[in-house]
């Protein structure tokens, strides 16, 4: 697997994972965000080119905040999120970036058990924030000096 920046060629696979994933993203709206300044996604690829996860975030000088991250059903538990994420990371401690945020559904158990192993925490609920009824759970993790990984 390798960690590459999201071009239009992956917008086929991220379209079948993102149906997969109840996901709010269109094919459409990925061609916007490739040429939004402030956002930044990464796709992982498998050893034949295709696309089995991405991640993604837009940048605001000290904080980043993740739009968006799924893997291919697949792809599931093998670390593909994990890596993902370390990617994101990493970049962060290069960029000077304090504070990774996201949101996350209140029932979404996977991701919410991804995030905790990872070391995010909880720092606050948007409440019926989902179709009127579901849960933001609101996570952030802080970001280490170089050297550090992620945790899990
Ligand atoms: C959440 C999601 C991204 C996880 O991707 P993944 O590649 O399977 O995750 P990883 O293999 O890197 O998992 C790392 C750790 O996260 C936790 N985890 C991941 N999936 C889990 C699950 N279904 N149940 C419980 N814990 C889980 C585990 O601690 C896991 O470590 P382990 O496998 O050694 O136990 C994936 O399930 C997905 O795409 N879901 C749909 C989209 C989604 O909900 N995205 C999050 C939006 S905020």
């Known amino acids: 697997?390798?960690?590459v920046k999201l071009e239009e060629k992956h917008l086929e696979d991220l379209a079948e994972i993102d149906l997969m994933s109840n996901a709010p993203w269109t094919k459409d709206s990925f061609k916007t965000e490739l040429s939004?300044?402030?956002a930044r996604y990464y796709v992982?690829?498998?050893?034949?080119g295709k696309a089995i996860g991405y991640v993604g975030?837009?940048?605001s000088f000290y904080?980043?905040?993740i739009?968006?991250?799924?893997?291919?059903?697949?792809?599931?538990?093998?670390?593909?999120?994990?890596a993902l994420m370390q990617y994101v990371y990493d970049e962060?401690?290069?960029?000077g970036t304090e504070t990774i945020q996201l949101e996350v559904r209140s029932g979404n158990v996977s991701a919410i058990s991804l995030y905790k192993k990872l070391g995010f925490v909880e720092v606050g609920v948007r409440p019926k924030y989902y179709g009127g009824t579901e849960d933001a759970l609101l996570m952030d993790l802080a970001v280490k000096p170089k050297g550090n990984e992620i945790n899990g």
């Open 57 to 59: 975030y837009w940048w």
């Open 67 to 82: 739009t968006f991250l799924a893997v291919h059903k697949n792809a599931r538990r093998q670390g593909v999120a994990k």
């Open 92 to 95: 962060c401690v290069e960029m």
């Open 1 to 3: 697997m390798k960690i």
């Open 44 to 48: 992982a690829e498998n050893d034949d």
């Open 36 to 38: 939004n300044g402030i």
């Open 63 to 65: 904080e980043i905040q």
